[in-house]
């Protein structure tokens, strides 16, 4: 919260390890999933897939479907951090069925959009576009900002790839507006690239194509 993720990793693994020492094996679990997901926001993937792979063997030995399954989530981001889409996925997907009794949850809707980015960095625009219109409906039941500007850059994404212009400027349009409202400096600048993308795909003024592509309706808020 206070934009120091290395001094995150090493609060949550004290953690960590204070719940393995301690019994409390599930906020022990909970916090070193944490301290992976600063890792990886530091760019320490190595680091990060070897946490994980060894906090999922320890969730595994639980039997809790709710921890395994977010053990499952953070091993599969870190791999497609990693390029190793295929991993990734099935990570991400075993996470998916392990939650299915919390569907209502933060971690169930983060696979879910993490299925999205996947699908996204693999280059396919029309599944990434179905997972992240999935991600909205879930998220839009509780309004959590970061979520939703998520979903809703996702979405935008993915309709530019698939030279839906209009379409993905009015989802980026409304991610960058909330982002603004709330405050979101990182989904401030997550919807402007993709607006940004989507001006240099549009044609210049004067071309013969602008006429046909009204550009104004997709003026910065």
Known sequence: MTNDPAASVGYYLASYHAGLDSGQLRQGLVSVTNAVESLAGLGDLDTAMALSETALSQARATGWPSVIGLSLYQLGDV??????????????????????????????????????????????????????????QHVSRHGEPDSLIKALRGQASALMSLGRSVQACAKAQAAL??????????????????LAKLTRLWPRPGSPRRRARPWSTCGTP
């Open 177 to 194: 507006v909330l982002a603004r409202q709330s405050g979101q400096v990182d989904g401030q600048i997550q919807a402007l690239r993709v």
């Open 79 to 136: 791999m497609r951090l990693l390029a190793r889409y295929d991993e990734a996925r099935g990570y991400l997907l075993e996470s998916l069925e392990m939650m299915r009794a919390v569907a209502g949850t933060r971690n169930y809707e983060q696979v879910v959009g993490c299925l999205g980015q996947l699908a996204l960095d693999q280059g396919d625009a029309t599944q990434a576009l179905d997972w992240f219109s999935e991600f909205e």
